[in-house]
């Protein structure tokens, strides 16, 4: 079972990381936690969602939900194929078009496609990582949905906010995008940016690994 919104305590031990959309690239994020020198025995890694879909290692991202040192939350990618599985078939072609073909075989669910979605069914909607430092750190997929952080329990009832936090961009697009209250930094990912960008006290993070000359960002915690 699902926990809507996690709520993530200090790590005491080692450091705390974010990373960007993976789409289906681990080589490409064990690469980045080898540079990092990522200690699973004492450091943490939040992503900001979409494991899954158009990349090479689809499986083996969602597999990464079973670890003790991960955690992600839901990107619309997992929304997709949660909602294939439970036979919401209309969204299949969409799904398709945007990668999902791993998880199929002639257009039904293979094997992998339920392993990953058993996994992926257990994600959060949004996580807050409280950090050493004393500051707080809100993660949804698109953007934050609400104007107070504080808030962001109630979106679990109420299905357009849910599609929003999963698929909107119109806080990237504003250049003067107001504060999210109740929270010092939220992160996010599903928008492409060339480099990591703020808006207010909001930073976006998928750097398009999926596409030529993209690549994926990973961010300590201490640094944001």
């Known amino acids: 079972m699902s926990v ?4 993530v305590p200090p790590n005491r031990r080692g450091r705390d990381f974010v990373v960007g959309d993976l ?3 681990l080589v490409a994020l064990q690469d980045s936690l080898a540079r990092a020198r990522f200690h699973p025995g004492r450091d943490r890694l939040f992503s900001t969602g979409d494991l899954i879909d158009r ?4 499986p083996g991202c969602a597999a990464l939900l079973g670890e ?15 909602r294939v599985l439970d036979g919401e078939i209309l969204l299949l072609d969409v799904w398709r078009q945007n990668g999902g073909d791993w998880a199929l075989d002639d ?3 293979n ?5 990953a979605g058993a996994l992926c069914a257990r994600m959060p909607w949004a996580i807050t990582v409280e950090h050493r430092s004393g500051r707080r750190f809100g993660i949804c997929h698109a953007q934050c949905p609400v104007t107070d952080w504080g808030d962001i329990a109630s979106v679990a009832r109420d299905e357009k906010l849910q599609q929003e936090m999963l698929w909107a961009r119109s806080r990237i697009t504003r250049t ?3 504060p999210v209250a109740g929270i010092d930094c939220t992160i996010h990912g599903h928008t492409v940016v060339r480099a990591p960008l703020r808006r207010a006290n909001a930073l976006f993070i998928d750097t398009g690994i999926f596409l030529p000359g993209g ?4 961010l300590d915690l201490d640094a944001v």
Do not use: C, I, K, Q
Not at 4 to 7: E, G, I, S
């Open 68 to 82: 003790p040192w991960f955690y992600a939350v839901r990107g619309n990618h997992e929304d997709m194929l949660l």
């Open 176 to 178: 003067h995008a107001p």
């Open 4 to 7: 809507f919104h996690l709520v």
């Open 111 to 115: 094997a992998a496609g339920r392993s």
């Open 107 to 109: 257009r039904e669910p």
């Open 23 to 25: 789409h289906g690239y």
């Open 215 to 218: 690549t994926l960002t990973l």
């Open 55 to 58: 990349g090479p290692d689809s």
